[in-house]
């Protein structure tokens, strides 16, 4: 009940067009749900998060889509751009909780090809 | 405001050996915690820190593994008797939770690699 499965596992998308990463999870009582960017090498940045009481959030070209009866939700990079390619990782956790502890999804290898 | 620094970036060891992994958060950040990340997989939560005080720990943490953090500032955690199994990524990840409300977001470091030879 504590994981979050996220899909693709890799994913090739043409320069300019939209890339859509998908997370499920199980746990009813996540009530955050950021999403991480990763270059290799490097640790995990902090990119867009959401909490259950919207359906979407945008930032630039980044959007993040929330089904909460579904418990699913998305990112969409808008304009993929090569500077984009990197692994992207979900997230969940319980903010009222103790620990403020993420757990993350599988994540996903994202190319973009110029 | 310089981010979560950790230290070393890579340490390479003989199997058996204790190592030890510094990680230092962004000032005046609250919460400290230890993440593992294996090759292809999403980082797994170890252990937090609220201040100085260690509240949670993971099945991960075996009793070879042991994390301090002095004084709620800087943090470190030691691996004793190291195994192959150990080799992964550690990270660190700082935030700051207020007295009455909910959690902010993690900042992570760039961790420090491990590999057991």
Redesign the interface.
């Known amino acids: 009940q504590q994981q979050v499965k996220q899909s693709p596992q890799s994913l090739i998308v043409q320069k300019g067009g939209i890339s859509i990463i998908n997370c499920a999870y199980e746990n009813t009582a996540f009530d955050y749900f950021p999403w991480y960017q990763q270059f290799p090498g490097k640790g995990p940045a902090l990119l867009i998060a959401i909490r259950p009481d919207v359906s979407e959030k945008k930032e630039g070209r980044f959007t993040i889509s929330f089904n909460k009866s579904a418990k699913q939700f998305s990112l969409h990079i808008m304009d993929s751009q090569p500077g984009d390619s990197a692994t992207y990782f979900c997230a969940a956790s319980i903010r009222g909780s103790n620990t403020g502890k993420l757990i993350f999804g599988q994540g996903t290898t994202l190319q973009v090809k110029p | 405001d310089t981010g979560?620094s950790?230290d070393p970036r890579h340490k390479i060891t003989k199997r058996g050996q204790n190592v030890t992994f510094r990680c230092d958060p962004i000032s005046e950040h609250n919460?400290l915690?230890w993440?593992r990340q294996t090759l292809?997989?999403?980082?797994?939560?170890l252990t937090?820190f609220q201040n100085e005080a260690q509240?949670?720990k993971s099945r991960l943490l075996s009793d070879r593994f042991s994390a301090e953090r002095p004084k709620g500032s800087f943090s470190t955690l030691e691996i004793q008797r190291t195994e192959q199994g150990d080799s992964a990524m550690y990270?660190c990840?700082s935030?700051f939770?207020p007295p009455t409300g909910?959690?902010q977001?993690?900042?992570?470091?760039?961790?420090t690699r491990l590999s057991i030879l």
């Open positions: 979560v950790q919460r915690y993440y292809g997989q999403g980082p797994e939560f937090y509240l949670e990270l990840a935030s939770t909910s959690h977001p993690q900042h992570f470091g760039d961790g």
